[in-house]
């Protein structure tokens, strides 16, 4: 039996009775399916042009879509040979750049700004490249290669206790005739079989993993990589200068396994299932190196080393170790601190001497991206309470200075990254992210990522969106669509009220884009989740946001955040906004700099050891201040002046009017 | 183009102009080639029944035989289909079991005996098994599974700073809640990656290398290998009772590529060599390991160490470390003391935690073998001076107590190992090993291994053979044939003067077993190697042997010899019989022991930095020794008086008379 797929016209051999999510991902075809096939989300969209399926309806679908031939490919199962069509919004893009970052309010810190967050560390890599000059063997000193190798280390650098890799001795005596007993040998400190207690003992024994001949220290180069669950980051580091050359964004190649780490653990139960999303991360890694090597020009024998943080879920699946306790109480991890792994053995394509070290997880949802966040950030050495917030399908929280440090993790869900919104979309061409409504002249002014016809809207545009509309009151403090106001901007849709966004003739979808009622709840069941995670931290230590000195947002979801927005709805407290800055890729600065530093090495494993988790996902007060949050901006209106004032002085503009559509660039 | 071997039958695709030798060692038909085909020892012969081999006549080969077909593979080069006949005596059998040992003269040392030479010593395996029982994680104590296992190693044995192998975190999860929370790791402290300076120190650290659900400890078990130049020997020890479970010892597969350490270092030299004779041991040691275990029904997985000792040289082969510069002055290995290895990255078949300790080596030509042959006999736990000799193609000598020790390697050539000897043979069945000449009666005894017809004579049958010779005048004190005296025994042969060992009829090769003039010089310059060994040393301590309280003779080859026989011809001194003693397997012995204390594991690596290595190779006082001993026993008279006696009491039997020969059992 066969699928032909369009407009791709690739045709794929399947057998009746198979789901059609399965086949499509099996052929390559990427689809996105951010609950990971569970049905839900209604993302795998695809229509039957010939042939049939046997199928329940998605959800939120109307009949007359149905009747078209439009199916979820996680609910169809092959009935016959087939022929059909994948818009583009149902598919996963291969690869995006981030856009670049524009600091609208100068809440963007510099990079330079963002470089110098953590001050005051040595340059000294725990990676380094040292040049001898050993004297060839006589008779009156024969000592063996090894030993010879040793004794120059020792007595031209004051280096003692290597440690040597088998792979470098293998090569060692061909390697140093080469060139007259001339080499250049590199030695890392990540982490060789020192224990944690070696490490707080500040034992940390150099290891010789690589050996050369010659003197090859001017070309000195690492990887550092951010594995979101998301996208993921790599850079090119060159180690001389202590400076990254070059960045790569890449969707996470798991993204079709699910858009929240609980699809992900949950398919890695299925038989071969971890094996599967490890190697799809893997793939990922080698594309986004490939990529990097290609446009830096470094060699791939040039990398030494590869640090990488990830939440503790992918730092568990990059590794191959099984996450199946992270969701089930009490949530254990395999291991929060990790015995040193080579990059090869995970199937990374890189020299067989290249360690990985992977920052150190607090607990099933406080990962090494956190830890390394903390530690870019700086905040472990700072004596003012910092908030930091990593806003994301799984948003993590940390508070604290340089005494004491509380994390947390709060489940919002997939609705900041577009996910469980029907229109929603990755953060990718063609997203809405800006909107205004102005009800004066009647006109919606709209931006698009990339400036292309909307095919859906991102995470920061969704909140955008909502926080105009309820400025604009056309929708209410409840999230519901007020259908006497706004004109026909409100209306009642197949499936009860909703907004228009942007009409059919101008989307490139060929529909409407519009939020439901059901898309508002999501966003606001997502953002109350991380303002009660702020509280519930707040409140263990006595704090109110009064006492928080600085907020620093970190992720990529954080570059694309309206601060003025976010606060109006609710997902950021309603505090000084010059209070709040923007620090980029927290994670990425953080895996970086360890490579930079001895010294900062030890700090990351420092602060995971200086954390304290709170578990939030049973916790009564959590639960109090979540259900206190259900609401725009909140329920308690005395914890947001501002925005209560706005709302009191915008409410009677919400006047009928047929308005006009209008893409624009910058808002 | 094809070549059709007889008996076996077996048909061998090959092309014109290949070497016959490689063409048989491709096609696993293994020849003994002790030269490592370079021309020279003659034992690869094979005779030509159909078609023509481009070839040069071999060496010591008559006329006669080149025109029966007979070639050296090794000088063969194809030019058309051929058939050929290939002898046994030309093969390298597969597998040989050691004779058992029989104490002729109670310079055997029992069993027990053996074991105790080194006294006092703390049973406490390096490799250990522990149980534990884990409280389950609740809510309350949420440690991930690494640390709760390593909290629990801590509390339940005082186990500190385990460090853990990335394979057996991989499979913890699973593992322990297999049988709720109940298992047992395995820890060793063989050497992970700590540094000289760190063992030095006492810091040799557990390392957590495999896990297992519920209490195994009742089956633990590890390998102890020795791996010779010419033989691999096996064991299986019970970590629970320390003691080894069964023995096997097999040819090392590397034999078809050269009887000596250099023939393998050269051909190590050649494209793929090193690879190829890594390969050939590993396979040897895989066959072992399979009868091993098949016998002693110990199960793979039960299997949890591997300890090994071999000369320089076959460890670095073993390895995989380019062994060339080994015999290029000034003799320096690639390392004496090596880095952790997991046997499956040699190609051991052995499940991925098991690593390899190989027994530090001292020098080019004195290795693991020797180290582990001092500690288990002993020597440096001992106030007396003691002599230890390992006899074999390469010769090595400890003189030394618990204060000093010196060693040296003498390079006897593969004479001992029936090398370079028309009719030597290894010590296998069919191998003359004992004789007898009674004047008499005229009459020759003869005994051979597993009493078979006689195909060649073994190295501790030359030696019976030439003191015998030598007492009966038959070849004089230079090794000239004595042609007026003994018989038929000394006869004009085709190549120079010889002597009648067994004749054709009796023999298992058609023809008459003959020792030369020349067979008896390489003997000579073998074991006047040796002394000249001896007497180095002792002359550099200014020592003789009178001050020698204890010879120890190691090596399977001093299992066969005949201590009279061996003074007789000047290859032991000539000192009260009562101070030499047969040990057996030396290296096996200690490198057993390693595998049951920490503390022999730790005198291991301290034999090894005392020994001070004597290099023999460019030694003038060796060289002048070396000279004075190629007479037998000796030039000077003085340092043999027992066997000088012998001789004047023998010397006028030597009378012409037709012997009659005759095979038995027990001379």
Redesign the interface.
Same mark, same amino acid.
């Given at each position: 039996m066969k699928v032909k797929i369009l407009p791709d016209n690739l045709e794929l051999e399947v057998k009746a009775g198979e789901q059609l999510l399965e086949v499509l991902t099996r052929g390559g075809v990427l689809i996105d399916a951010s609950c990971g096939g569970m049905g839900v989300c209604g993302q795998c969209r695809v229509q039957i042009i010939k042939g049939a399926v046997d199928s329940k309806p998605g959800v939120q679908q109307s009949e007359e879509e149905y009747e078209q031939g439009w199916r979820q490919a996680c609910l169809s199962y092959i009935k016959s040979d087939l022929e059909i069509f994948i818009p583009e919004d149902s598919r996963v893009e291969k690869e995006f750049t981030l856009q670049e970052i524009k600091a609208p309010k100068g809440q963007f810190l510099s990079e330079q700004e963002i470089e110098g967050l953590n001050p005051d560390w040595k340059r000294e890599s725990p990676v380094q490249k040292l040049y001898l000059e050993l004297p060839p063997? !006589?008779?009156e000193?024969?000592?063996?290669?090894?030993?010879?190798l !040793?004794r120059g280390l020792r007595q031209r650098y004051g280096l003692?206790?290597? *440690?040597?890799?088998?792979s470098a001795?293998?090569k060692?005596?061909?390697v140093i005739r080469k060139k007259d007993f001339k080499c250049t040998v590199t030695v890392v400190r990540t982490r060789? /079989? /020192?224990? =944690? /207690? =070696?490490i707080q003992r500040g034992a940390r024994?150099p290891?010789l993993i690589q050996i050369e001949s010659g003197d090859t220290r001017a070309r000195h180069f690492s990887l550092a990589f951010d594995i979101g669950t998301t996208t993921v980051s790599g850079q090119v580091l060159d180690l001389n200068q202590s400076r990254p050359l070059m960045t790569i964004n890449h969707f996470n190649g798991q993204i079709k396994y699910g858009a929240d780490v609980i699809s992900r653990i949950i398919y890695a139960g299925r038989p071969g299932g971890l094996r599967e999303l490890q190697g799809s991360v893997v793939r990922t890694i080698n594309e986004v190196i490939e990529k990097l090597l290609e446009k830096t020009r470094v060699k791939r024998e040039e990398l030494s080393h590869m640090t990488v943080a990830g939440n503790t879920t992918m730092t568990h699946l990059l590794?191959?170790?099984?996450p199946?306790?992270l969701r089930l *109480?009490?949530?254990?991890?395999?291991?929060? !601190?990790?015995?040193?792994?080579r990059a090869e053995?995970l199937g990374i394509d890189l020299p067989h001497w290249v360690h990985i070290y992977p920052m150190p997880c607090v607990?099933s949802y406080v990962g090494g991206d956190i830890v390394a966040g903390i530690l870019g950030a700086g905040i472990y050495k700072r004596p003012e309470v910092v908030l930091y917030i990593d806003i994301g399908t799984n948003g993590e929280i940390v508070l604290g200075n340089q005494d004491w440090m509380l994390c947390a993790s709060c489940s919002a869900g997939p609705a900041f990254e577009g996910g469980g919104i029907k229109y929603g979309t990755h953060a990718t061409a063609g997203a809405i992210e800006r909107f205004s409504f102005d009800q004066k002249v009647c006109q919606v002014r709209y931006q698009t990522i990339g400036h292309k016809p909307p095919i859906g809207i991102c995470g920061s545009g969704i909140i955008n969106i909502t926080a105009e509309l309820l400025l604009k009151g056309i929708i209410d403090q409840n999230g519901k669509v007020n259908l006497s106001s706004g004109a026909s901007l409100a209306k009642e849709g197949k499936n009860g009220p909703e907004v228009l966004i942007v009409p059919a003739e101008q989307t490139g979808i060929g529909e409407d884009i519009v939020l439901s009622e059901m898309d508002f709840d999501n966003l606001i069941r997502a953002k109350a989740a991380m303002y009660a995670g702020y509280h519930t931290l707040l409140d263990k230590v006595g704090l109110s946001f009064d006492n928080v000195e600085l907020i620093m947002i970190a992720g990529n979801f954080g570059s694309y955040l309206d601060i003025e927005n976010a606060i109006t709805i609710g997902l950021l407290p309603d505090i000084d906004r010059n209070k709040i800055k923007f620090i980029g890729n927290g994670s990425l600065l953080g895996t970086r700099l360890v490579s930079f530093s001895n010294e900062l090495l030890d700090d990351g494993e420092k602060i995971a050891r200086m954390m304290t988790n709170v /578990?939030l996902s049973d916790n009564i007060a959590f639960m109090d201040n979540y259900i206190a949050a259900l609401f725009l901006p909140h329920t308690e209106e005395k914890f947001f002046p501002g925005v209560m004032k706005k709302l009191e002085s915008s409410r009677e503009r919400a006047k009928p009017c047929v308005p006009i559509f209008k893409g624009v660039k910058g808002i």
């Open positions: 063997p !006589i008779k000193d024969n000592l063996n290669d090894l030993q010879r !040793i003692r206790r290597v *440690s040597v890799d088998f001795l293998k060692l005596p061909e060789g /079989e /020192e224990t =944690d /207690e =070696d024994k290891k590794l191959g170790l099984n199946k306790w *109480s009490p949530y254990v991890p395999v291991a929060n !601190i990790f015995p040193p792994v053995e607990a /578990e």
